[in-house]
């Protein structure tokens, strides 16, 4: 099995695939990088206590807030993470656990918690990949919020020379982004093109990520129900027959 991203950012996922016995690889397909504007990302991290919230969409975005903050946040600034692997993230950095993990680790339902426990008003720090969809700041300002979003890093894309290589001797490729689709497309078409995947079974963390692979020419044979390393396996695990 194919996991496309770093060993470390695939743990959990990785952990849970070989308690099946699965053969895992991982082959990252896009790479963390410097966030566009770094003068403006450490005047955002330096004022975060000036916000009633600070949330954080992945763990990426928890280390470069951490690795530029100096001091602690203040208590009475509250902390909302997308997920299970951004709140541990969260706690390793801090030393304390967010105030809000939404059911599912996705923006929607980070928005949802957020609109029913922060006070009218409030003002927001989002610390984000800078390619993030506007979904959540949307939502949050079109309920009244004031919102301040920070591109705390950013992602490019790569494509490994030997990834016809890698293909075939997977059976399952999983990917977990749309940059990461766009990444094996691209790779692929050095050689024989998406018709290397013939007969491999792709998965996808989610419906974006699963639109931006068929939008490539990606066959997708899975989609978790919510992005997450339990519902991609139960993903895996329901099309292939193996729960």
């Known amino acids: 099995m194919l996991l496309t991203r770093p ?20 082959i990252p397909l896009i790479q963390i990088v410097q966030p566009p504007d770094e003068r403006a990302l450490q005047r955002d ?7 009633h ?3 954080f969409t992945s763990a990426n975005g928890v280390e470069a ?4 903050r100096d001091a602690p946040l203040g208590p009475g600034t509250k902390i909302a993470a997308v997920g299970s692997a951004t709140a541990r993230a969260v706690a390793s950095a801090f030393g304390r656990v967010p105030d809000i993990v939404p059911p599912r680790s996705d923006a929607q339902a980070l928005a949802d918690e957020l ?3 922060a006070h009218a008003g409030a003002r927001i720090a989002i610390f984000a990949a800078a390619s993030a969809r506007p979904l959540l700041q949307q939502r949050l300002r079109g309920a009244g919020f004031t919102v301040r ?12 020379r030997d990834i016809v290589q890698h293909i075939e001797r997977a059976q399952v490729i999983v990917l977990t982004s749309g940059s990461g689709a766009r990444a094996l497309a691209a790779g692929l078409r050095r050689g024989p093109g998406v018709a290397a995947l013939r007969g491999r079974f792709v998965a996808c963390i989610g419906p974006v990520t699963a639109a931006e692979a068929r939008r490539v020419g990606i066959l997708v044979a899975a989609v978790a129900h919510e992005p997450s390393a339990a519902g991609l396996l139960a993903a895996v695990a329901a099309a292939q027959h193996m729960a």
Do not use: M
């Open 149 to 160: 979003v920070s591109a705390a890093y950013a992602t490019r894309e790569l494509s490994p």
């Open 45 to 51: 991290v330096d004022a975060a206590d000036d916000a």
């Open 115 to 117: 609109l029913a426990r």
């Open 53 to 55: 919230w600070v949330v």
């Open 7 to 26: 060993e470390h950012s695939s743990d959990e996922l990785a952990a849970l695939l070989r308690s099946k016995g699965a053969e895992v690889v991982c």
């Open 65 to 68: 807030f951490a690795s530029r």
